[in-house]
């Protein structure tokens, strides 16, 4: 598969480039609005991954030009540029390409994080109206402990939820959830369960804040 | 201590009542809106209980009698039946009784489980409004697996979260939380991140509809 990473340079789209370049065959490609800072992402990515022997190599460009070959494009990017980012790529999009929305909206207050949700009920229907209507999306990677992905030295042991309407793009990012040594994907239903899915992110932001051991936390369902 | 488990012949009822006999010295009053039914669940637990060798005694009253006594009251009875429990219990609570709210409002639809956020913010929240203003409310307990909770052939491996906004009371029921073999309690905040604790429940239930391994799921933090 050909996986393209928008905001690949960012801390979850880090540990996604860096786990699917280490741990499986898939092509992936850093998307970002600066094709400069893409392709210098992908260098350090490549560099990283070459230091442990593996000559996997990273593309990196321009969003649209990296979501126009994919098989499965992830919108890796802050709630609040989700929509314009997918505006900015959806000429490449069809209905062959997966969409993947791991963002979640927050709000910080002095008690801690508060899931902000959206009109849309979730930000993967938002990711769903703003994308083409032929194109399938597919929520997931929402909860994974951002530096622990990103650091290779880090055998994982960590849940991926996934949400979609679509059971072949749903079972598409299954594959490449599952491709990623210790990691678990497991479904969580249609797009209209989203919010419960992205709700578990704050929560954990909660419990790093007031629990000195759970400092990257990501969660297992047992 | 004195624990009051309030609805404590429902699910999540019973396991904590369970558990908290087998496994700690507290004393374990069931209350019921029925005393007659509140004394044969008791009695009905006892027996589980003594098919171990274990001879603890397990009282059973009428919620307000059960609450008056009590350290800590569990208000284990359904999000729509909380306000008129608590008001019921009232005049037997005071600054010295810990409040525990384990309760979820949900709504299913045809995708699955979701959460039904109270006017108040969480259903923790609105527990700390209809309890007189000197009790302080821990919101805890709604995201252990019932059923293994209830069985005590399960070892236990289990995540407790905690909410409040009164430090005593949120270690008084931290204590008890770690008194229950394979349970870990972790803190999330105040009262104002309840909502974020309480959805983990609607997608425990969505995860269970989904994926045939997950049928009783609880959840760890790593």
Redesign the interface.
């Known amino acids: 598969m050909r996986v393209a990473i928008l905001g690949g340079t960012g801390d979850i789209g880090e540990g996604l480039a860096l786990r699917w370049a280490y741990h499986t065959s898939h092509d992936v490609v850093i998307g970002s609005r600066d094709a400069q800072r893409a392709r210098s992402k992908a260098d350090e990515y490549e560099t990283e991954l070459a230091s442990r022997g593996d000559e996997t190599a990273i593309e990196g460009a321009e969003n649209p030009e990296a979501a126009a070959e994919a098989d499965v494009v992830v919108a890796a990017v802050p709630a609040y540029h989700l929509v314009d980012t997918i505006e900015a790529v959806a000429k490449g999009l069809d209905a062959e390409t997966v969409l993947v929305s791991p963002a979640v909206g927050m709000q910080r ?1 002095e ?5 902000n949700r959206p009109g849309a009920g979730s930000v993967t229907a938002l990711a769903a109206e703003a994308a083409p209507d032929e194109v399938p999306v597919v929520g997931a990677f929402h909860n994974l ?1 951002a530096d622990e992905l990103a650091n290779l030295d880090v055998e994982l ?2 849940d991926a ?1 996934l949400v979609g309407d679509d059971e072949d793009a749903v079972e598409r990012v299954e594959v490449l959830a599952e491709g990623i040594d210790g990691v678990r994907a ?5 797009i ?2 989203a ?3 992205e ?2 992110t ?3 932001i ?2 790093a ?3 000195d051991d ?1 400092q990257d ?6």
Chains 1, 2 share one sequence.
């Open positions: 207050d008690s801690g994080m508060h899931y402990a042991s960590l939820l497991l479904r969580a239903g249609s209209d369960n919010a419960e899915a709700s578990l704050p929560l954990l909660n419990l804040m007031h629990n759970l936390v990501g969660v297992r369902f047992v």
